[in-house]
């Protein structure tokens, strides 16, 4: 395995490194195929935080999966929690098994919008797999069936994540120093 890049300036520490990342995830992925086994499984993530996470996990997977991507406008404190699709899936979910594939669970607000919104299209199941759980700031009370990591309230950066489109491809999930992150949160 290739050297770590040195932790950027902006971040305090890593919280999950490269190798326990991949650890987990080649779990989550045995814990997925003994759920569905043999059963075909819709994988679906909001773009853009979630594709790395994804990208890992189907690989891992030995289920017959097929991927979708759907996108939403972030969550702006103060407006009511509204959350809207700006790219919408390209495949109809009627009676499918869906797993939504989310990089963090933060306030809840966007999975409890797209959890809603597949329901409603009539998809057989919805299970959400969360690599890294944030419950301290919830707002929406959600059903997480699998998790990766349970973190505490700092932000994160990393295998994904952003702070202004920065810092998605390190390998590792790092914490942002707070007097960075001052309104920094993008998806
Ligand atoms: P929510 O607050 O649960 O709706 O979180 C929605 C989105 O906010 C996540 O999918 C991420 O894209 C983003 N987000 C939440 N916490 C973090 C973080 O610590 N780092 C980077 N993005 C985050």
């Known amino acids: 395995m290739s050297l770590a890049p040195p932790l950027p300036v902006e971040c305090r520490r890593v919280v999950v490194d490269e190798v326990t990342l991949g650890r987990r995830v080649t779990e989550l992925a045995a814990a997925l195929d003994a759920t569905y086994g043999g059963q075909d499984v819709r994988l679906v993530t909001v773009l853009r935080g979630g594709v790395f996470f994804l990208a890992d996990l189907c690989r891992a997977m030995r289920s017959d999966v097929r991927l979708d991507f759907m996108a939403v406008s972030p969550y702006v404190p103060g407006r009511g929690g509204a959350v809207r699709v700006t ?17 963090v669970v933060d306030t809840g607000l966007t ?42 309230e700092a932000f994160l950066v990393g295998y994904g994540l952003d702070l202004n489109g920065r810092f998605r491809n390190l390998p590792y999930i790092a914490e942002v120093a707070e007097e960075v992150v001052f309104g920094g949160r993008t998806s």
Do not use: M, Q, W
């Not at 790219?87 to 990089?103: I, Y």
């Open 111 to 152: 999975v409890n919008y797209v959890l809603g919104l597949l329901k409603a299209r009539g998809a057989a199941s919805v299970e959400v797999c969360a690599l890294l759980d944030k419950p301290a700031r919830r707002i929406a009370e959600v059903p997480l069936s699998f998790i990766g990591f349970e973190l505490g």
């Open 87 to 103: 790219k919408d899936l390209d495949d109809d979910v009627t009676g499918a098994h869906v797993v939504l594939v989310e990089d």
